[in-house]
């Protein structure tokens, strides 16, 4: 059901280059940063190793589901003060060694989601999600130095949200990911126009409608807030949640989201996405009227077409 990619915050350092920067400037890089020793704080007796369960999400409940509401707020830990002002130096070491820190991330339950230098200087900005934020917080601090660290913690993301199959006056007949071009609706009301609708969809069987009770839309929406990049991650959820019908406006709304978890960013892209809709006839304005296609999450992704009367019975 998924059809683009995640594209995670950008970060503010290259982590990669980050522990060549810091090799520099001391002068001598040496071993490798070892993954196993915590950094010292600078203020206070030296962090402790915190005991972690075997299973760090073990009762997690993960977040809502994104189409339920808006998201949950992230835990926000500020750096605590520290003795002195922290070095750039001292920031590239802590991204290079986060950017080695993977199992130990894992073994807390935290799943990082950007890491980087912000305003303050010395202090590295550290995003991702976690079940037991709290727990997680305190071992990160403990690792990395309270007074070196900020941290952002959201919920972890829970799986993609179900898209529903149907609805009061309307069914889904087909999801087609990768198809469509301009972000409007198109209609189908006898048995020959839905034959044709299907072709130039690239359905070679498509699913029986009576058209005596019922006609065809198909929805392409064009973008979104998207990667690029098909098959990949949360950001690519896509979602025809439901029709919404105004006689007295003469006026049906189909509403297509791209719900996503808390704290995930992504871009926008053109990558096209089509559902294929049965609507009852009963459940429609009265003629002429509006069918709007509503992106709640991507504006101009948005369109709309006027259905005139009904075509005569060939």
């Known amino acids: 059901m998924t059809t683009m990619n995640v594209l995670w915050r950008t970060r503010s350092i290259n982590r990669c280059v980050a522990l060549a920067i810091a090799c520099v400037a001391a002068a001598s890089c040496g071993p490798a940063v070892p993954t196993a020793s915590p950094v010292a704080s600078t203020s206070g007796p030296s962090a402790q190793a915190v005991e972690t369960p075997s299973d760090p999400n073990a009762g997690c409940d993960p977040a809502p589901d ?34 080695q820190d993977r199992e130990f991330h894992r073994s807390i339950g935290f799943q990082e989601y950007s890491a980087g230098t912000g305003p303050e200087r010395g202090i590295v900005h550290i995003e991702g999600a976690a079940c037991h934020q709290a727990q997680v917080a305190a071992a990160l601090q403990a690792r990395y130095g309270p007074d070196r660290t900020r941290l952002t913690l959201y919920p972890l993301p829970g799986p993609e949200p179900v898209q529903p199959q149907r609805g009061r006056g ?18 189908a009301e006898d048995a020959a126009a839905y034959r044709a609708l299907a072709a130039r969809l690239g359905i070679r069987n498509p699913p029986k409608v009576a058209m005596a009770r019922e006609i065809v839309v198909a929805l392409l929406t064009s973008g979104g807030p998207h990667a690029g990049t098909p098959q990949l991650g ?13 006689p007295g406006a003469r006026l049906l709304v189909a509403e297509i989201r791209h719900p996503r978890p808390p704290g995930v960013g992504c871009d926008a892209a053109f990558v096209p996405f089509t559902y294929l ?15 709007r296609m509503v992106d709640v999450d991507c504006e101009p992704c948005s369109g709309e077409t006027v259905v005139k009367e009904r075509p005569a019975a060939p």
């Not at 949360?234 to 105004?246: E, N």
């Open 170 to 187: 309307w069914r889904l007949l087909a999801e087609l990911p990768m198809v469509g071009v301009k972000p409007e609706p198109q209609i």
């Open 66 to 99: 994104p189409l339920a509401g808006p998201p949950s707020p992230g835990l926000e830990v500020p750096a605590a003060p520290a003795p002195r002002p922290h070095t750039d130096q001292e920031a590239n070491l802590l991204l290079a060694l986060l950017s």
């Open 234 to 246: 949360p950001c690519d959820w896509v979602h025809f949640t439901g029709l919404a019908s105004d």
């Open 277 to 291: 809709i049965a609507i009852e006839r009963a459940a429609l304005p009265p003629r002429p009227f509006t069918l």
